[in-house]
């Protein structure tokens, strides 16, 4: 494994990591989240991302009942949640965003599921549209007093809300985000190669990549239908669907799979390298439902000294998806 810090940060993160997002509750209980931790520790794997709003909160608890079970040291791994979304069904005003009190509160409720005493890191789910981001800052820079959490985030902010973050820490003397969790992969590159370029020169993110297969897509599974065990077919899942599984997207993805045939590579592979490829990702967050699967994916970097220039360049001919800078 290969560790990278968290932009400016003294922190060292695994290149690759484990999130738990859709699959914990849903596809995977307690045994095989157990096997998957262990597969994903043992690799190298430091770093296991959650949220209060996964499965409703029993993401959380399933995470921490295996941390508990395995009885790692507790400095030897880094454990997230994020707050926006809420852990409760039919929320209640204030249940849900950015307001001080939410954000403490969820915290308190992250720690109790995850069963730990601080979170490593502790994001911003979305931007609070309805609270001040003095207010974010002044409430994540409290809990980091408190000790309850170490490195504060964002996740799907835009660049002017980071930066408006860090022009109100830098003012106040507070720590503004430490790193940013974007979706980032072959079909959505905006934010990364675009929108964040000026922030990774300045106050340096660091950022810890969501979907590097776009929930599975880029893996290929999906370009002859949809089969009915995938993350697609799931009942609650139909909104994913309708954005995923585009004639467009599929026919790039059936493009891409002539290269890395070509190359000898699994799409998996090609596609997770590729995204790691990028120096200013910190760590690409990988889902799995299944021990094949993370297995798979964890062989990812050994693909890395293929993607030369010429290669990059096809990749980038086939997707069809990389950013246009404007020109001078
Ligand atoms: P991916 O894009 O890598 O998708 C993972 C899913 O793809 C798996 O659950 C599995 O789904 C399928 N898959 C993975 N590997 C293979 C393989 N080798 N062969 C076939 N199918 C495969 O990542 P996620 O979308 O799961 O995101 C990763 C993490 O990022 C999440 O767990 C979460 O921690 C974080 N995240 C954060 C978000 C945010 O807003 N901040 C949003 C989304 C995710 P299946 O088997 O069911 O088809």
Known sequence: MEYR??????LQLSLLSFGSWVTFH?????????TLMGIAYDHGINFFDNAEGYALGESE???????????WDRTSYIVSSKVFFGSRQHAKPNQTGLSRKHIIEACNEALQRLQVDYLDLYFCHR??????????????????QQGKI???????????????AHAFAERYRLIGPT????????????????????????VGLGTTIWSPLASGLLTGKYNN?????????????????DIMATETKIQAVRNLQVLANEMGVSMANLSIAWCVKNPNVTTAILGASSAAQLHENLKSLDVLPLLTDEVMQRIDGIMQTKPTLPLY
Not at 61 to 71: A, D, E, P, Y
Not at 150 to 164: K, L, N
Not at 227 to 232: E, F, G, I, Q, V
């Open 5 to 10: 810090r968290m932009g400016k940060s003294g």
């Open 26 to 34: 849903q596809q995977v209980q307690d045994i095989s989240a157990d």
């Open 61 to 71: 608890k399933i995470m921490g009942r295996v941390l508990q079970q395995k009885q």
């Open 127 to 144: 931007p609070d549209k309805n609270t001040p981001i003095e207010e974010v800052v002044w409430a994540m820079n409290h809990l980091m």
């Open 150 to 164: 170490i490195y504060w985030g964002t996740s799907e902010w835009s660049g002017v809300e980071i930066m408006q």
């Open 179 to 202: 790193m940013e969790q974007p979706q980032y992969n072959l079909l959505e590159r905006n934010k990364m190669e675009n929108e964040y370029l000026q922030i990774f020169k300045t």
């Open 225 to 241: 239908g949809i089969p009915a065990d995938s993350r697609l077919a799931l009942e609650n899942y139909g909104w994913l669907k």
